[in-house]
C-alpha cells in the first residue's frame, strides 16, 4: 500500500469531528498529535501552536540546504459531524476508493502533504528554500486555526489541499453575515390603532433584500464564480396568535465575488433601511454585521500559479478535459493566507459526498497530489 493511503486511513479513524459545529465531539487535539508524530518521525521540526483550549495547529517544517524559495501547503484537521453515517471513522477501501468522514474534505489532502515531506525527505532532502506543512483546526466553523497560522508563518507561495479533482482553483467566493431587528408595538390583536406589526415590517425589508439580490444576480458575472447572492437565512418574530409582534429578527447571508469592497452586505442593508424610514417614518429596524469573510482571487498569470501548473502537468496526463484552473463557489482558508500577503491556490484530490452520509476520495488522487505537491516543492523552493 503506498505509504500516503496508509496516512489516510490512520487519520480518518481519529475522529476529529469540530466541537464548535457540534457540542461536545472529540476536536482536533489526537488528530494533531498523530500529524506531529508522524512528521517527527520524518525529520521536520514540529511546531505546536495551541489556538484554544485543546485545539492546537501542527506545523512541520522542513529545511532546504540552501536558501531560497518558502512554500507552505496547508490543510484542516476537523471535519463536520457524522450524523446518519454508519461507519464514519472506519475507513474501509474499495474498488479504488477510502469511505469515511473526512476523507474528501480533507484528511486525504493532509495525508498527501504530509506525505510529500517524507517523500522529500527519503530522497534526500530539499535542495533550497522551505516547506511548511500546516494542519490547522477549525475551518469548518471559523477558521481560528487559518487565523492563528498567519501571525506567525509566511510563505512566497501556498497550497490548501481541500479536495479540487485535481484541478488548480484560483478564486472563491466570500460571505457577509448581516442581523436586521424591525421594531414595532405589541398590543392586543383587537386595537390595530395600538400596535405596529414588526413582521410585516420585516415583510418590506425582504421586498426589497429580492430587489436587491435580482439586481445582484443580473450584474456582472465574474468568469469563474458567477454571480453575487443572497438569502434570508432565519427569521424570528411574534409572541402569540392574538397580539402585535412588538420584534422581528432576520439573519442573511450574502456571498461575495471578487472585486467587491468588504462590508458590501451590511451597507446594502443599512441603505435599504434609511430609505424604508424616509418612505415612512413609523418604520424602525437596526441592522449589524455579524461575520465577514472576504473572497479570494490570484491572477492567472501569477508565477505561482504558473508554478503550480507545471508541477501538475509534470505528473498528470491531463486528457480527461478537465480545465486546468477553476473557482470554487464555497469559502475556504486560501482567503486567510490571501489576505495575509501569501499567494495561495488550492489543489487536491478528487472524491464525493463531502459533508454527506457517504464520503470518499479517489485513492489514485491522493497519490497524484501527493506526487504534484513533491514536484512543486523541488521546483518552487529552488526558485525554478
Ligand atoms: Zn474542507
Known amino acids: 500500500m503506498d505509504p500516503v493511503v496508509h496516512l489516510l486511513k490512520g487519520l480518518v479513524a481519529i475522529d476529529s469531528v469540530n466541537p464548535a ?29 495551541e489556538v ?114 485535481l484541478a488548480i482553483a484560483i478564486a472563491h467566493k466570500g460571505f457577509e453575515w448581516v442581523e436586521i431587528e424591525t421594531e414595532g408595538v405589541a398590543a392586543h390583536g383587537s386595537r390595530p390603532a395600538d400596535g405596529r406589526d414588526a413582521i410585516r415590517l420585516m415583510g418590506r425589508v425582504l421586498t426589497e433584500l429580492d430587489a436587491l439580490d435580482r439586481s445582484l444576480q443580473s450584474r456582472g458575472t465574474h468568469p469563474l464564480l458567477g454571480t453575487a447572492s443572497l438569502h434570508a437565512s432565519l427569521i424570528q418574530g411574534g409572541r402569540e396568535l392574538s397580539s402585535y409582534p412588538d420584534r422581528c429578527h432576520l439573519q442573511m447571508e450574502r456571498r461575495t465575488i471578487p472585486g467587491e469592497a468588504p462590508g458590501s452586505a451590511a451597507r446594502e442593508v443599512a441603505e435599504i433601511l434609511g430609505r424604508l424610514s424616509a418612505a415612512d417614518p413609523a418604520f424602525k429596524g437596526s441592522s449589524r454585521q455579524m461575520f465577514a469573510r472576504s473572497p479570494y482571487q490570484i491572477a492567472t498569470e501569477h508565477p505561482f500559479v504558473a508554478a ?18 477553476i473557482g470554487m463557489s464555497f469559502w475556504t482558508d486560501a482567503s486567510v493566507l490571501g489576505d495575509a500577503g501569501i499567494p495561495s491556490v488550492l489543489f487536491g484530490p478528487s472524491g464525493a459526498g463531502l459533508h454527506g452520509v457517504e464520503e470518499w476520495v479517489d485513492v489514485a488522487s491522493v497519490i497524484t497530489c501527493r506526487d504534484v505537491l513533491v514536484e512543486l516543492a523541488r521546483s518552487w523552493c529552488s526558485g525554478r
Open 21 to 49: 459545529l457540534v457540542p461536545g465531539a472529540a476536536g482536533e487535539s489526537a488528530v494533531a498529535r498523530a500529524l506531529a508524530e508522524q512528521m517527527r518521525s520524518l525529520g521536520l521540526t514540529v511546531h505546536i501552536q
Open 52 to 165: 484554544s483550549d485543546g485545539r492546537p495547529n501542527v506545523v512541520g517544517v522542513l529545511d532546504g540546504r540552501a536558501p531560497g524559495r518558502c512554500l507552505m501547503f496547508c490543510g484542516h484537521i476537523d471535519t463536520v459531524g457524522v450524523a446518519g453515517m454508519s461507519q464514519p471513522f472506519d475507513p474501509v477501501e474499495r474498488d479504488g476508493r477510502v469511505y469515511g468522514r473526512g476523507s474528501q474534505d480533507m484528511k486525504s489532502g493532509v495525508a498527501a502533504m504530509v506525505d510529500a515531506g517524507r517523500v522529500l525527505q527519503q530522497s534526500g532532502g530539499l535542495e533550497q528554500g522551505q516547506l511548511i506543512v500546516a494542519c490547522v483546526v477549525d475551518e469548518e466553523h471559523a477558521s481560528i486555526g487559518a487565523d492563528a497560522l498567519v501571525t506567525r508563518w509566511r510563505a512566497d507561495g501556498a497550497v490548501v489541499t481541500e479536495p479540487t479533482d
Open 308 to 325: 503550480v501548473q507545471e508541477a501538475r502537468s509534470s505528473r498528470q496526463t491531463v486528457a480527461d478535459g478537465t480545465p486546468a484552473l
